[in-house]
């Protein structure tokens, strides 16, 4: 073989331009192993969005159930000054102006 | 002279769509028009990814890594272009990403590990052309990712500078010198191997 790295570069060129590699055998089934792949990877994009959406349903919650105490304690406190004016209790409506009555 | 007229009815043929149809299909989420696109371009590019890939289950990988960047980045094909170029630009893409990732995880081995030797009888012109693409596979491994790119582009696939660019998206004065590099960067590797 000569010596020329040039001309031993070309030879090898022209051999790896020649072996053209057979990918026939690859090829059959590659539309179905592509399909499950593809199908996996929609998948799995999906729980990558649910993770990140995460934390913006955790606060959604928080503020409903903040939302909700806040309502329950309203309405609790409507309820006593109910109870004290419709029976005319004097003393339920004093422990509730002053703090006493939870 | 009277006409033949056969009673036959003719039955009409179903018209083969287009790429740009399928792509328009697959946008419009018909999973059987990417499928066929697929069926349609496996081929080249095949042919394309097993120039860098070094084994089947890589090749299927890769390839595989082609149709879904295809198909994520679907909506981006305007259609000026046929389909096959786009795609040919996305293989290249992903050859260029595999080259690079697989030269941070290879295994660093000289090339005297390789069982071929440039002075080997195999190298001669009836040398199988198999082992001597092995070896230059071998050698070129020695290269950066461009490099590698650009040799395969330029010297095993033959393609002009201006494709190479165009494929690349390096300017061609670019591409022209990573060529020069890269040819001057082998040549330094197989004369090292032949002083040893």
């Known amino acids: ?102 | 002279m009277p006409r033949i007229v056969s009673d036959k009815p003719r039955m009409a043929e179903p018209a083969i769509p287009d790429d740009n149809a399928l792509v328009a299909g697959a946008l419009g989420g018909d999973e059987s028009a990417f499928t066929e696109l697929v069926r349609r371009h496996k081929r080249r590019v095949f042919g394309a990814a097993s120039r860098f890939a070094r084994d089947d289950h890589q090749l299927d990988d890769l390839c595989q890594e082609v149709f879904i960047r295809a198909f994520r980045n679907l909506s981006k094909f305007r259609g000026e272009a046929p389909f096959e170029h786009w795609l040919a630009r996305i293989t290249v893409s992903a050859c260029y990403d595999f080259l690079r990732k697989e030269r941070r995880t290879r295994e660093q081995v000289s090339l005297d590990a390789h069982p071929f030797d440039l002075r080997d009888s195999r190298c001669d012109a009836s040398a199988s052309a198999r082992a001597a693409a092995e070896l230059l596979a071998f050698a070129m491994r020695q290269l950066s990712a461009d490099e590698r790119l650009i040799i395969t582009l330029a010297e095993i696939e033959d393609r002009s500078m201006r494709e190479i660019s165009d494929l690349t998206g390096w300017s061609e004065s670019n591409v022209k010198v990573r060529a020069f590099r890269a040819r001057q960067n082998l040549k330094r590797i197989l004369e090292a191997s032949h002083e040893r």
Request: charged share 25%.
């Open chain 1, 1 to 102: 073989m000569s010596d020329n790295p040039e001309e031993i570069l070309q030879s090898l060129f022209s051999a790896a331009r020649a072996a053209q590699p057979d990918t026939s055998r690859l090829e059959f089934g590659f539309e179905t192993r592509f399909g499950a792949r593809l199908r996996e990877e929609t998948r799995g994009s999906l729980g990558t969005w649910a993770w990140k959406l995460c934390p913006f349903f955790a606060a959604i919650a928080l503020a409903a159930g903040w939302w909700n105490y806040s309502n329950l304690r309203s309405d609790a406190d409507a309820q006593i000054v109910v109870e004290a004016t419709t029976s005319n209790d004097d003393q339920t409506l004093l422990a509730y102006m002053t703090g006493e009555h939870r």
